[in-house]
């Protein structure tokens, strides 16, 4: 890729993608050796003429995100000079390595600059741990494959003249955070947010179609707007989004409940980037006490992905077993009977699959479907 800026002066940016597979062995045998929050260290790849390392942490990287598998990589060479930007994708592929399509992919919203004080670039929430060791899609006979792409961005220029990075993402969120030139409050659980109606209207139709509605003859000019059932944290974190295009991380604690909120929100306001960085951010919360609940959420506002991922997890007996009976369960149950109807069809499918692999007998399927009776 490259792209010319300026006049007369030319800078060309240049983007140059590697990958690197590791496949590991002995899950179970690195996680019951290693010491809490310890890591495994890859040898060194070779990347855009850098050496890398990869650290792999079954147990997490720090007390707060102990069920969390933590990854990360690091830069191995000195960085003396400019810094060495590189967009990153971490992903888990088919542990026999038959398919190289991505199971599941973390990806960085902005390029990472590696420097003296900056070596390193990673999610200590890279997937909730039960998720993984459950999923036979990425935990097979104890073996498991990690990919990491790395995206070197270069600039070359035939002048001196340095271009910085684009930064209205900063100028939108100091106009939002200064009121300047706000020509709208919008009212929220009791409290009051000034903004623009233009930058509203831009980024969200629903906006759009509030504030700028044509009757005949005349454009609604409201300056008050109150938004009903919607908790005022929920709308701060998404109007931030809205002006910046960037979702802040949040406490461990408070994430799961603020995101499944932020999701409703931006199905609401048909933000589609906001809403399906929150499907990835709930992807790392599925687990044995959440599943249920985190289905209903993907059926009701659309987010299919998620709903993939939460069949991905009831996909075995064992996992069915320990989530049937709950009230979280019993609730989708009665709420969504044509997701139940499509997650029979999808323990039978997966039990089929794996009756043809292994000798699954009809037994096995005959009790995950009575499950449901």
């Not at 996680?31 to 040898?43: H, M, N, Q, R, Y």
């Amino acid at each position: 890729m490259a792209s010319t800026v300026g006049d007369p002066s030319t800078t060309t940016i240049s983007t140059r993608s590697y990958y690197h597979v590791l496949q590991i062995d002995g899950y179970s045998t690195i996680f019951d050796t290693l010491a809490d929050f310890s890591c495994i260290d890859s040898l060194p790849f070779d990347a855009g003429g850098y050496r890398w390392h990869r650290n792999f942490n079954p147990k997490g990287s720090r007390p707060e995100t102990a069920d969390f598998i933590a990854l990360f990589l690091l830069l191995a060479d000195p960085v003396d000079g400019e810094a060495v930007t590189a967009n990153i994708t971490f992903s888990l592929l088919n542990p026999d390595l038959q398919d190289s399509a991505s199971l599941y992919r973390r990806t960085g919203i902005a390029p990472v600059a590696f420097s003296k004080v900056n070596r390193e670039c990673g999610y200590r929430k890279f997937i909730k741990r039960e998720c993984f060791e459950r999923s036979s899609k990425f935990l097979k006979d104890d073996r498991f494959a990690i990919r990491i792409d790395v995206h070197i961005v270069k600039r070359a220029s035939s002048s001196s003249m340095v271009v910085p990075p684009s930064d209205l993402h900063r100028h939108l969120h100091g106009l939002l955070s200064s009121k300047e030139g706000a020509d709208v409050e919008l009212r929220v659980g009791g409290e009051k947010f000034a903004a623009h109606r233009l930058v509203l209207g831009a980024r969200s139709s629903v906006f759009k179609a509030e504030l700028f509605h044509q009757t005949e003859g005349s454009t609604s000019t409201n300056a008050v707007i109150q938004i009903q059932d919607m908790d005022a944290r929920v709308f701060r974190v998404l109007l931030t989004f809205i002006y910046t295009d960037v979702l802040p991380d949040m406490d461990h604690q408070d994430e799961f409940a603020m995101t499944g909120r932020l999701i409703v929100a931006a199905d609401r306001y048909n933000l589609q980037r906001l809403k399906l960085m929150c499907e990835d951010r709930l992807c790392g919360h599925i687990g044995t006490a959440s599943v249920a609940t985190i289905l209903a959420l993907a059926k009701k506002h659309h987010c299919p992905s998620l709903k993939q991922a939460c069949f991905e997890f009831l996909g075995s007996f064992v996992a069915l077993s320990k989530v049937i009976g709950t009230k979280q369960f019993e609730y989708l149950e009665l709420s969504w009977p044509n997701v139940m109807n499509e997650l029979i069809c999808n323990v039978i499918a997966r039990y089929e699959e794996k009756k043809q692999i292994v000798g699954c007998n009809n037994q096995e399927i005959h009790e995950s479907v009575m499950l449901f009776r």
